[in-house]
């Protein structure tokens, strides 16, 4: 069962929690000689990697580099020439990569975990075998084509148009924009409005060497810069029928799959960079040197160094939780995968502006790592699905089963003349619920299965899952189905759901570490500060469910929205 979905109806799914997953050994036994190549082949690229992000470009022998070490094959199956690594191991590989450069990460990542992951989910055993196997070997490199200048978070109003001729195959027209891998792929998977039923959208497998494809200049970016974006041009582009991916019509669901696998690549990839970050800036503490001492010893500094290991721990946790339980075989994990993204992404940026804090003027300055580290990370929170959007789906899509047990609950009233013992199963069920939302009493205790080192995060975590309940169920009642306008509201249950959900990883992870003495202790203080931080900010956001200045927010922003300026000056 999905853990969040859980959390929603005020459970703790301790089952699915403890103990925190370990590595397959499969994995293990690839990852170790992977990890060192990956080493040997970035860390003397440091200089390299500086001037390809003042280009604005990665060289093709680069790109040869990064296919001889069979990093494009990464989670293609065996079978096909791939290194079949899971989706826990390949988070692993992109967190190793990121610890070198974002752009390396990138250009593998949009490669697997969006260019050709709908041919691993969703292909024919031909397109299996007509792709694969090249694109395990980096001969065909893959990109992901959504975005359009009219359509980014509403991907679902799309203009490129395939037509079916009277043949079976396929005329695609259209312009895609802001492509990763736009300028250096082989093998796009292009989204499509096709005819039929109104707004059916279909997804494609389009060659870059066929007619009419063609792709823009790399766009000019603000981070991640050498890895390449550029538009994607279909003109009349004919497109064969045995190159629709899975079926006509299922398109839209096509890209929300591959976006929902593909998310704890994002977030391996910002557990890496904030790796880096944390040697960089402890080094940096330790040796800077003002009023007389190392700046580490000052509290304030220690404090940013503090809660650079919380956010990593923290991202890491959620991130290979999620992973498990995709490569478990889950098929209920996309509100999981959604808060990963959020936690991971917001975690680094965090973590790279306070990092270049810490170095001061030196971190503003082109010579040190921390200003590209800025740069880099700010896409983390707009691509893959804008965080604002993820969080409206977090809530959405937890309201919606508590929305559903209350459909049960009217269908149980109803049978309870029909049916009396199903109707009175399901009501009971739905009475304890309510009963230990109001009382605590029946409440669901992890704290008895985690060492005694971490009660505190644990009774956090069972005093605050029945209050999400409470807070979900507050929010539904009052606004029905115009709950999905109230984004206020729906952010609040979202940021609840989310500290929840990354605080029961962080728990199961520090209850693991707990075995090994030399990290028992700092783990546990690591899952006792995310606890009772969350707990702050889950006291405040209940709070503000009923008592907030909501109104105020309104009118300010539709003051400003309508004067278009600010309209002050003081003299
Ligand atoms: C470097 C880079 C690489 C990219 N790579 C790819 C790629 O490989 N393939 C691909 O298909 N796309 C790619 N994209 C596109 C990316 O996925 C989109 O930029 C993203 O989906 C957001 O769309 P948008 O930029 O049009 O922003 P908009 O959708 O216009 O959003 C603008 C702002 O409004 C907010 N907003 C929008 N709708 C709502 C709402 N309903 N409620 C509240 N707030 C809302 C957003 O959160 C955001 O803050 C890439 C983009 C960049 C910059």
Redesign the pocket.
Same mark, same amino acid.
């Given at each position: 069962m999905s853990i969040v979905k859980a959390l929603f109806a005020g459970r703790i799914p301790t089952e699915s929690l403890l103990p925190y997953p370990p590595l397959r050994d499969q994995d293990r036994e690839s990852l170790g000689p992977m990890l060192d190549a990956i080493d040997q082949f970035l860390a003397p690229k440091q200089a390299d990697f500086k001037r390809w992000d003042r280009e604005g470009a990665q060289p093709a022998e680069f790109i040869q580099g990064l296919r001889d070490l069979g990093l494009f094959g990464l989670i293609i199956p065996e079978e096909y020439g791939g290194l079949g690594l899971s989706n826990a191991a390949y988070a692993r590989v992109l967190s190793q990569t990121s610890r070198h450069d974002s752009s390396v990460s990138l250009t593998i990542g949009?490669h697997s975990s @969006?260019g050709m992951k709908g041919l691993l989910l969703f292909g024919t055993a031909d397109q299996k075998t007509k792709y694969l196997p090249r694109l395990a070997s980096g001969e065909l490199i893959a990109?992901?084509?959504?975005?359009e200048a009219g359509a980014?978070?509403?991907a679902a109003s799309i203009r490129t148009r395939a037509e079916k001729n009277p043949d079976g195959s396929w005329t695609l027209t259209g312009e895609?924009i802001? @492509?990763?891998n736009g300028g250096i792929a082989d093998l796009y998977t292009v989204f499509a409005r096709t005819p039929g039923e109104a707004g059916k959208i279909t997804a494609f497998l389009v060659e870059a060497g066929w007619t009419g494809v063609s792709h823009g200049p790399h766009e000019d970016?603000m981070g @991640?810069r050498a890895s390449s974006?550029t538009t994607v041009n279909f003109d009349r582009v004919r497109v064969p029928p045995e190159n629709v991916l899975d079926t006509e019509g299922k398109g839209f669901k096509v890209a929300m799959a591959i976006l929902n696998n593909g998310r704890t690549g994002l977030g391996g990839g910002a557990v890496g960079g904030m790796k880096a970050l944390i040697a960089l800036a402890t080094a940096q503490a330790n040796e800077r040197q003002q009023f007389g001492r190392p700046i580490a010893e000052f509290d304030l500094v220690r404090e940013k160094i503090a809660q650079m290991m919380v956010d990593c721990f923290a991202a890491e946790s959620v991130v290979w939780m999620v992973a498990h339980a995709i490569d478990s075989g889950s098929d209920d994990y996309s509100t999981e995968a959604a808060i990963s993204k959020i936690y991971a992404s917001e975690a680094m940026q965090r973590t790279a502006y306070e990092a270049l804090q810490i170095a001061g003027g030196s971190g503003f300055m082109r010579d040190y790592p921390y200003e590209q580290a800025v740069r880099d990370s700010r @896409?983390l929170t707009?691509?893959?699905?804008?965080n604002?959007?993820l969080r409206?789906y977090v809530a959405l899509s937890g309201l919606k089963d508590l929305g559903r047990s209350y459909a049960e609950l009217r269908s149980a009233l109803d049978d309870i003349f029909n049916n009396p013992i199903k109707g009175f199963g399901v009501l009971g069920d739905y009475a304890e619920k309510r009963l230990t939302q109001a009382t605590g009493i029946g409440r669901d205790r992890i704290s008895a299965e985690v060492p005694a080192s971490l009660r505190e995060p644990s009774e956090i975590l069972e005093k605050y899952t029945p209050e999400l309940a409470k807070a979900a169920d507050y929010v539904l009642r009052r606004h029905g189905k115009a709950v999905v306008e109230r984004?206020f509201e729906l952010k609040r249950v979202a940021d609840l759901a989310i500290d929840l959900f990354v605080g029961a990883c962080v728990l199961s992870r520090a209850a693991a570490l707990q075995a090994d003495p030399r990290t028992a202790s700092p783990a546990a203080s690591i899952a006792r500060l995310f606890a009772q931080r969350a707990k702050r900010r889950m006291a405040e956001t209940i709070r503000r469910i009923t008592r907030n200045e909501d109104d105020a927010v309104r009118a300010v922003a539709a003051f400003a929205l309508e004067e278009g300026r600010y309209p002050w000056d003081v003299f």
């Open positions: 949009a @969006i990109a992901f084509c959504l975005t980014g978070s509403d895609k802001w @492509i990763t970016k @991640i974006t @896409i707009i691509f893959e699905g804008t604002e959007v409206l984004q």
